[in-house]
């Protein structure tokens, strides 16, 4: 697993994009940064196929992680605040 920047406290809760899963190469997830121990990542409110997906456990040597782009970040936020006001709608 490649993390292209430093795990620490700021880090929990930052905004990720992790790419080369081995089973889905081509799959771009994006997600809130929670944890990495022991060689796996845990990432919460997970994107990718146009909607969030929950918490996310990823493993593997081939996994790249890095910050994603703003053209991204605002994707990811627009996606997560429309779920968010449906699930509202709903209580």
Do not use: W
């Amino acid at each position: 697993m490649n993390v292209t920047f430093p795990i620490n406290e700021q880090t929990k809760g930052s905004i990720v994009r992790i790419t080369g899963l081995e089973y889905l190469p081509s799959v771009v997830f994006i997600g809130r940064f929670a944890k990495l121990e022991n060689d796996v990542l845990s990432v919460d409110d997970v994107y990718y196929d146009g909607r969030t997906h929950g918490t996310e456990l990823f493993s593997g040597n081939s996994l790249y992680v890095d910050i994603p782009t703003y053209e991204q970040v605002f994707e990811y936020g627009m996606v997560c605040g429309r779920e968010k006001s449906k699930g509202d709608e709903n209580d």
